[in-house]
């Protein structure tokens, strides 16, 4: 896909998500992690400003983990941290840790896609070309995304204008819009029934077509066709009731939530019910 055609995508992503606040931080997870390396990630606060802005590299840095099981496999769990998340969080809180010990047939491919990526419209063509393509080329043939918050939305954007590259989506509490359009989703009778304001301005026209995206999977025609989607999210995060809009058109089994904010207590808990329901292959 070319740059100028995911600039035009991306071009009206809300200001929100294109500011220089954003976190200056190693651009790799390291292959083993210190204890020293640990809780130096821990001291980083999860968000907030007063950062150099992060660099974004060609290629994208990444980090392999292998699964449990004996011998290789062919499923890959890549995952795409949030605005104000390092990489590193996703070892620390446990995510990869969780599917070891389920003896998950899956290798595990931590993405470092920051916002640097979202603001210069180049994170789809990164994710492509320096993470889902080569995954394929070294055999993989089952890629699931696994995105929380605006990393959320990356994968979301990802199978959107890259339609099966992936086998399956989860996303746990998706950054989706802002609330302004996403209460026009909600006053025209929820997504299953809301239809597209023609007109709208660049950030609207963002969102408009997202949500557009997204409402395919009211259809069961047309959802059957796409990589199955997992949604998770805490009752008290600051995206519940936009999660919900979309929980709402997918199989209840699909669906989850749990007590807590925009925060690791909450998705912890999400994550590890969820590896619960997810069709991934385990070791023999």
Request: aromatic share 10%; charged share 15%; hydrophobic share 45%.
């Given at each position: 896909?070319s ?6 995508h ?13 976190r ?7 292959r083993?992690?210190?204890?020293a ?13 007063g ?12 980090q ?14 890549v995952?795409?941290?949030g ?5 590193v969080?996703?070892v620390?809180?446990g995510?990869?840790r ?9 290798d ?6 920051h916002r ?9 063509e990164?994710l ?16 699931w995304?696994v995105?929380?918050?605006l ?5 979301l954007?990802h199978e ?8 399956g ?9 802002e ?8 006053d025209g ?12 301005s660049?950030e ?8 557009r995206?997204?409402?395919g999977?009211?259809?069961p ?7 199955p ?11 519940a009731?936009?999660?919900?809009l979309l929980?709402a ?7 989850f939530?749990?007590a ?5 207590n909450a998705?912890?808990p ?6 619960g329901v997810?069709p991934?292959p385990h070791c023999?």
């Open positions: 896909m740059r100028p055609f995911l600039r035009y991306l071009a009206g992503l809300p200001r929100a998500l294109v500011g220089a606040c954003a200056a931080a190693p651009r790799l997870v390291p083993a992690l210190s204890r390396a640990l809780l130096l990630a821990a001291l980083l606060p999860l968000a907030g400003c950062f150099l802005p992060r660099p974004t590299t060609v290629p994208m840095p990444t392999l983990e292998p699964s449990a099981c004996a011998g290789p496999v062919q499923t890959l769990v995952f795409l941290p605005a104000g998340s390092l990489p969080e996703f620390r809180e995510f990869l969780e599917m070891q010990e389920r003896r998950i047939a899956a595990m491919l931590i993405a470092d896609a640097g990526y979202y603001n210069q419209r180049s994170v789809l990164r492509e070309a320096d993470v889902i393509a080569p995954a394929r080329s070294r055999g993989y043939r089952s890629i995304l995105g929380i918050s990393g959320g939305l990356g994968a954007l959107e204008n890259m339609p099966g590259r992936v086998q989506l989860v996303v746990i509490a998706p950054y989706l819009g609330q302004g359009f996403i209460d026009g989703v909600k009778g929820g997504l299953a029934a809301w239809r597209a304001p023609s007109g709208a660049p609207g026209a963002f969102e408009a077509r997202l949500w995206w997204l409402q999977y009211a259809t025609a047309t959802a059957q066709a796409r990589p989607l997992y949604l998770g999210y805490g009752t008290a995060d600051r995206f009731a936009t999660n919900a929980g058109v997918l199989p209840p089994g699909q669906v939530t749990t807590g904010g925009h925060d690791w998705w912890r999400l994550w590890r019910e969820m590896l997810i991934l023999r």
